[in-house]
Each structure stands twice: as structure tokens, then as C-alpha cells.
């Protein structure tokens, strides 16, 4: 079932999620060069500030991170953030509604563009999207992250995993809040002693917490057009980037011989589902 999501319009430093019914920023999210992170005060864009300029030491600096670009739709709800393992520090809460919120262009009707500062999304930092659904029709999650410089990861690449809560919120009013989502991280690093249905995380090759029952399903990708999902924007009328075709859906696979991506009865598939990235999964600016 179709919905809408009304975002908050900033993350951080320089968001770019627009909320329903506005229209495209004019310019594209993906073209690189245009962000640069300016170093700590006195330093040189794309230098390190560790050393002074008389030092000995020669090991090489570590690289500058860059700002990260993410592109989210769910089928049929979600929230967004970024924080670290144990939970989310920036929060952008979602809300749900049926109409074609999911898949059409412009950029922030459908998919929600968003910049996740280079300070926030450091070695070690996650980014999470929290979805949940109705009980109909179909159910994904369509992504695509990068930094700035970099080449994108998708929603259907290996280094995504998901926890599985279990309890469902209505797909037409406001998801989790961020207290919520955050003891529920708690509770999916507990493992087999936590309160998720999941127990834990777990990836396409089923348990990454030890015991964790379940795994993440890929499904079809962005450019199946007789496949169960619409195709969800690529590229708008302003030439904002949306979502690339290769991107795969995505969504809990409960493992009881059902698809996951078609039929949510009863909360079949056992949303709300807690998935994330590790930033360090997203490849480095090209040099």
C-alpha cells in the first residue's frame, strides 16, 4: 500500500530530506565536489591537523571523512538517524500514510533525500533506518548511502543487518520515538536475552548475534517493472538523484516458507524492524 512520509527538512548541518508535497531542492544530492569537509579551524580542507609541520613522523594521516548522502523509502513507513552501535544521537521520526509517497518523483514526495554530516558518520558511527508496515499488499525498504566522493552502497549489499522488534505501530500515524528506538537497540545487543523477536542482529546469512533466529531477505531491484514493488524515482524533473536501479528491497525474512515482501497479516514479518549500517562499510572518497 502507497503512503507518504512528511520528513523533517534538516539533518545535521545540511539535510536534504523534503517533507510531502514540497518540491525538489534544484540540485542534485550526488554531485560530488560540491561539500567539503573544511578540517578543524587553521587546517587545510583534505589535511590532517595531527602533526606539525616539523614532525618526524611519517606515517601517513588518516583520511578525511565526507559528508554522507542517503536516499530512503519504505513500504510502507520509516524513521531516519545516525548515531553508534549502542544507539541513535541524531533522530528524524517518520510518519506514514497511504497515497504515492513510496515511489514517485519528485525527490521528498517519494524517497527522502537526506546529508549526514562527515563529523557524525566517523569510523565506527551507524546509520539506521527504522521501517515498519501495514499488514497488506507488500512491505520493503529501498536505499542508497555514500559518501560524498565515493561510490554508493545499496539497500542489498552484505554489510546491512537488521533486528526485528516485533511490535507493530500503525503504518498511518507516527512510528516509534526515539527512546523507544534506542532501548530497543539496547535490546537487540542483548542477544538472546533481549525483547525482540529476533534476538538480536542478523544479515542475509541468517544469525550475527550468536543464537539470533531469522535473517535479511534481498529482493527485487529498482528496475523490475513487472516485479512485486513500482519502480521508486530515479532521477526527478529537477535532476535530483533518487534512488539508482540497482538497489535491491529489503525487509526481515521471519523464515516461515512465505515471501517477505508480499502479505504482512498479523504482523507476520515482525516489524518494527531496526536496520543499519556501519559507516565504515561506505567507501572512501576517490582520490
Known amino acids: 500500500m502507497r503512503w507518504s512520509i512528511p520528513l523533517v527538512a534538516a539533518v545535521g548541518l545540511s539535510a536534504l530530506g523534503l517533507v510531502l ?13 560540491k561539500k567539503q569537509d573544511a578540517g578543524p579551524s587553521g587546517t ?6 595531527g602533526f606539525p609541520s616539523d614532525t618526524n613522523d611519517s606515517a601517513a594521516p588518516p583520511p578525511v571523512a565526507t559528508d554522507v548522502e542517503a536516499v530512503v523509502t519504505t513500504d ?20 506514514g500514510s497511504d497515497g504515492p509517497g ?23 558511527a551507524y546509520l539506521y533506518v527504522i521501517a515498519w508496515a501495514d499488514n497488506e499488499v507488500t512491505q520493503g525498504t529501498l536505499a542508497q ?17 537488521v533486528c526485528a522488534i516485533g511490535k507493530p505501530y500503525d503504518h498511518l500515524g507516527l512510528g516509534p520515538d526515539q527512546a523507544t528506538v534506542n532501548m530497543n537497540i539496547g535490546e537487540c545487543n542483548k542477544g538472546a536475552g533481549g ?3 529476533s534476538k538480536g542482529w542478523v544479515t542475509t546469512s541468517g544469525a550475527l548475534t550468536p543464537g539470533a533466529k531469522g535473517k535479511l531477505a534481498f529482493g527485487e531491484s529498482n528496475e523490475d517493472a513487472g516485479g512485486d514493488f513500482p519502480i521508486v524515482c530515479q532521477k526527478d524533473d529537477a535532476g535530483v538523484s533518487g534512488i539508482d536501479p540497482v538497489a535491491r528491497w529489503m525487509w526481515f525474512d ?34
Open 21 to 33: 508535497a514540497c518540491g525538489s531542492s534544484g540540485t542534485s544530492t550526488f554531485e560530488d565536489g
Open 44 to 49: 587545510t580542507p583534505g589535511t590532517s591537523s
Open 76 to 95: 510502507n513507513a520509516f524513521s531516519f538517524g545516525y548515531g553508534d552501535a549502542t544507539s541513535i544521537t541524531t533522530f528524524i521520526r517518520g510518519e
Open 102 to 124: 513510496i515511489f514517485d518523483c519528485p525527490v521528498g514526495h517519494g524517497p527522502v533525500a537526506y546529508v549526514v554530516p562527515a563529523d557524525k558518520a566517523p569510523a565506527g
Open 145 to 161: 548511502f555514500k559518501r560524498v566522493g565515493g561510490q554508493p552502497i545499496y539497500s542489498g549489499d552484505g554489510a546491512w543487518e
Open 195 to 197: 525483547d525482540t523477536y
Open 254 to 287: 521471519p523464515e516461515d516458507g512465505q515471501s517477505p515482501f508480499v502479505g504482512n497479516a498479523n504482523n507476520r514479518t515482525k516489524t518494527f524492524l531496526v536496520f543499519r549500517l556501519p559507516a565504515d562499510a561506505l567507501p572512501p572518497p576517490v582520490k
